[in-house]
Each structure stands twice: as C-alpha cells, then as structure tokens.
C-alpha cells in the first residue's frame, strides 16, 4: 500500500472515529434528556393522583357531614384542614413509590402572590421548591387558585445519571476498545512498514557491500589471467594479496550476516572455554592497532581487572570487542581517540570501550541494538555497514549471561559497557 493511501486511510479512520464518539455523546445527551422527561411525567402523574386522591376525601367528609344533616355547619376555610400535611405527606410517598421515585424528595403548598408556604416549611429548600419544575396548582381542592403544591428532589440529576450510568460506561468501553484497536492497528502497520524499509535498506546496503570485493577480485584475477601482458613476481604478488584480502572481506561479511541470521533463529550453540578477557580484550586491539595508526588515530588500553577468567566462547566475545573497536574507529570522522578499558568487582568484568566521534541521539540509543538498525541521518550513510554488529553483540553478551549498554552524547562521544558475570563453572551454562 502506498504512504498516500494509507495515510488517507489513516486520516478516514480517525474522523470515522471523531464522528463516532461524537454521535455517542449526542445520543447519551438524548437519552438524558429523554429520562429527565420520562421523571418529570411521573411526577406529574403522581402529583395530580395525590390532589384527585385529596378531593376523593374531601368529598367524603362532605357527603357525610350531609348525612349527619349538619350541611354548613363545618364549612372548612382553612388550608391545613383541607389538604391534612400528614395526609399529603404520606399520599405523596406511596404515589412516589408506584411511580418507582423511591429517592428523597421536599414538598411544599405556597402562595404564589406573595411565595408564602402554606404547607411545609422546608426552610433551607425555600429557594428551590420555589423554582423547581414539578409544580401543580390545587385549585381544584382549594381557593383561591394561587395555592400550588411545588415538589423538589435534591438528587434529581444523579438519579436520571444513575439509570444511564450502565449504558454509558458500556458505550464508553466498546469505544476505548474500538480506539485502541485501531491504534494497535496503525502502531502496527507503521512498524511493519519501517521493518519493511530497514530490510529493503539492508538488501540494498549488502548487495552494494558484497558487489565492491566482487569488482576488485575479478580485475584482480582478470590482470593475472591476462596472457598479453608480463607481469613482475611483484605485481603477481600484490594482484593475488588483493584477491585474498577481498576474500577475507567477503568471508567475513558473509560470516555476519549469517551469524545474525543464527542469533534470530536461536540455533547458536556456544564453544565454552575458561578465557582471559584482559588477553582477549588485548588480542582485539592489536588487530586494530595498524589501522588506527593509519587514520592517525589512537586507543588504549587501560586494564585493570584482576580476575579477568571467565566461562565464554571465545571465539564470539572477541567478534564482540571487534565490533565495538571498529564502530569506535567508524563513527569517529576525524583522528579516532579511543580507550578500552577493563575492571572487576565480585560479580564479574566490565569492559568499557569510548570513542570520541559523533555520539548517538537519545532516540537511536533506543534502535540501535535492533537487527538491521543503522542511524539514518547525518554522514552516517557515508560509513559501510549491516547494522548488525550491535545486535550481535548484545545478543551474545546476553547469552554469556551478562548486558551491553550504552552512554553517549551527540557530538561528543560514546562509550559501550561490557558486562560479563563469572559463572564459578562450565556446568552453570544453562544453554
Ligand atoms: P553498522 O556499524 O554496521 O551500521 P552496528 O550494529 O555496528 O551496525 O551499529 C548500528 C548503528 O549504531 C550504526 O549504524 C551507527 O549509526 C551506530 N553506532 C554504532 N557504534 C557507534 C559509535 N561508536 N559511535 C556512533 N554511532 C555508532
């Protein structure tokens, strides 16, 4: 897929997903505003089957203070003797409750001329039984018609949330879950991508690498082949050192990127031996040492620690500080300063090897131990590699039961740790 569609495909996803969280909040906001409703109906309700209720007994009172023949004598002016508190107190709980309003709730009967209560005497809730939305007029019951029952429910609001409260953490969930899949998803693809891109860099970067050896040794033997022309022992001599050193090359690249192949495959099987790492640590600057001088450079060696015997491969721990001398001398553009140095406490050796070139940004110390990583910026590109040297290396510390790690500022310099733990005999391998 190309980075264009898949970045249109990228930028769908996410308003698809902006759309949708934006229609959950609607719809939660309806369904809000649809219970909110919902309550205010069966209060209502409740309401005016509290009044119908009142008028039923009032009536009542009336036919029988009628068959008692005293028709006048108990005309009822008062508001308290027509609509009795605990009367309405407890009608208003039980038609509540059949509406399921089970939370708490005030009450009141005022004047709305002059927001007198006539009938309870919440004074802390004045305000609000005043201003609440569930009003009824008892005009019906009593006269003058300004009287009006006014109910209030403190928790109103959390009660309406709490019947939803359900729905919405379950809209909530499946839309975390659907937001971080298509993160996954995404995070995914880029890294496939990017893996995609580094393994197409290093087929490009080997095949060039292989291709310069290959050129050299075919004019090389092309000169020796070549029955027109005499050559001196000499020159016969350097021809056939240059096919041989090219081969070496070849042969050692080869050995790499197999070795690395070996390591992703977890075939490696280890040669252990008792070994001396101050010796081995001094073998592999020697090997270095020529070139060094020819870059005008220089490295010491710095031992210092006592115990150096270990269980290792030798063979691999010496590929190790091979490696990270030459990165050393690589990545350092001018003369390479370099310092290897070697120390012990009771849990092993530590090798530290310090250069002073370019240094390492903070985010490629994080790739650069990956297989196939290199630094993809700066003059970086100039200098020949696999980017497989420190996967190997760290791989193989790791295996030896020890760790690589890294300090290094750009600009100034980088310094790899070596750690590798005695292990008191070879049956501690535990391969
Ligand atoms: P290679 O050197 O073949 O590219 P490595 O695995 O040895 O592969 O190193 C990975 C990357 O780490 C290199 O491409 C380089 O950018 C960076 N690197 C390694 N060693 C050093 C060093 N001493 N100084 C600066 N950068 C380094």
Redesign the pocket.
């Known amino acids: 897929m190309s980075l264009r569609r898949f970045n249109i495909l990228i930028v769908i996803a996410l308003l698809s997903m902006i759309g949708l969280v934006l229609m959950q909040v609607f719809w939660v906001q309806n369904a809000i505003r649809f219970k909110e409703e919902q309550f205010s109906k069966s209060v209502s309700i409740a309401m005016k089957t509290v009044l119908n209720r009142i008028i039923e007994t009032n009536n009542n009172i009336a036919l029988e203070s009628i068959s008692r023949r005293q028709p006048c004598g108990l005309e009822k002016t008062n508001i308290n003797s027509i609509i009795p508190p605990r009367l309405l107190d407890s009608l208003l709980k039980s038609e509540l409750g059949c509406m399921s309003i089970s939370k708490g709730f005030e009450y009141a009967i005022y004047n709305r001329v002059n927001n007198k209560m006539a009938i309870g005497n919440v004074e802390n809730m004045h305000a609000s039984l005043l201003e609440s939305e569930h009003q009824q007029s008892v005009e019906a019951v009593f006269r003058p018609g300004s009287y009006y029952l006014t109910l209030y429910f403190p928790q109103q609001t959390s009660v309406v949330l709490k019947q939803l409260l359900g729905w919405m953490f379950l809209s909530a969930l499946f839309l975390v879950a659907v937001m971080m899949s298509l993160w996954l998803t995404i995070r995914t693809v880029l890294r496939q991508k990017k893996l995609s891109q580094i393994k197409t860099d290093f087929i490009n970067n080997m095949t060039h690498e292989l291709k310069t050896p290959l050129a050299t040794i075919a004019i090389a033997s092309e000169m020796l082949l070549k029955q027109d022309i005499s050559l001196s022992p000499d020159k016969i001599k350097k021809y056939i050192s240059i096919i041989y050193s090219e081969n070496q090359r070849l042969q050692s690249q080869v050995e790499q990127v197999l070795q690395s192949a070996i390591i992703d495959n977890g075939e490696l099987k280890l040669v252990i031996k008792e070994v001396d790492i101050n010796d081995l640590v001094l073998q592999t600057i020697e090997t270095f040492s020529i070139q060094i001088k020819a870059l005008s450079g220089s490295i010491i060696a710095d031992i210092k620690a006592e115990n150096a015997n270990i269980w290792a491969d030798s063979l691999h721990i010496t590929n190790v500080f091979g ?2 001398i ?3 001398i ?3 553009p001018v003369r390479p300063e370099i310092t290897v140095s070697t120390k012990s406490d009771a849990k092993g050796i530590t090798v530290l ?1 310090s ?1 002073k ?4 940004s903070k985010h ?1 110390q994080k790739h ?2 990956n297989n196939m ?3 993809s910026t700066g003059n ?1 590109h100039d ?11 760290k791989k193989m510390i790791e295996k030896h039961g020890g760790h690589l790690s890294l300090y ?1 500022e750009p600009g100034k ?2 310094t ?1 740790v070596v750690f590798l733990p005695y292990l008191k005999h070879k049956n501690e391998w535990n391969e």
């Open positions: 490696n990270l030459d990165n050393a690589k990545y350092s090897v250069d070139g370019i240094g390492i490629n650069i131990f990583y290199r630094v970086v200098v020949k590699g696999f980017g497989i040297g420190l996967f190997y290396a290094s310099g980088s790899f």
